[in-house]
Nanobody, 125 residues
């Protein structure tokens, strides 16, 4: 069973930066794609960004973070990162790392097989 462990959340002022990391417990695990989702209080879990482990590492982002967040992967270490710059109060949420072994649509939570426990990001105004 693959476990995902996130780190890097915290409290930051608007305009600041944070870097989230996600490590897979099985070094030989090779996902088809991995993604970051977030869940704000009272809202459903929502897609933020995804990256394909093959096919040139294609990435996907929601429009509201495209120019501010960067998703990346380290194939050798089996880690996933999300660099978040120019953070806004509306980015406040619990951020989850997820991995899909054979999914088709990286935007959809149900396509993911493994989830981390989440890390809190709070952006103060």
């Amino acid at each position: 069973q693959v476990q995902l462990v996130e780190s890097g959340g915290g409290l930051v002022q608007a305009g600041g930066s944070l870097r989230l990391s996600c490590a897979a417990s099985v070094r030989t695990f090779r996902p088809y794609f991995m993604g970051w989702f977030r869940q704000a209080p009272g809202k459903e879990r929502a897609f933020v960004a995804a990256i394909y482990w093959v096919a040139g590492g294609n990435t996907r982002y929601i429009d509201s973070v495209k120019d501010r967040f960067t998703i990346s992967r380290d194939n050798a270490k089996n880690t996933l990162s999300l660099q978040m710059n120019n953070l806004k109060p509306e980015d406040t949420a619990v951020y989850y790392c997820a991995a899909s072994a054979k999914g088709r649509n990286s935007y959809v939570p149900d396509e993911y097989d493994y989830w981390g426990q989440g890390t809190q990001v709070i952006v103060s105004s």
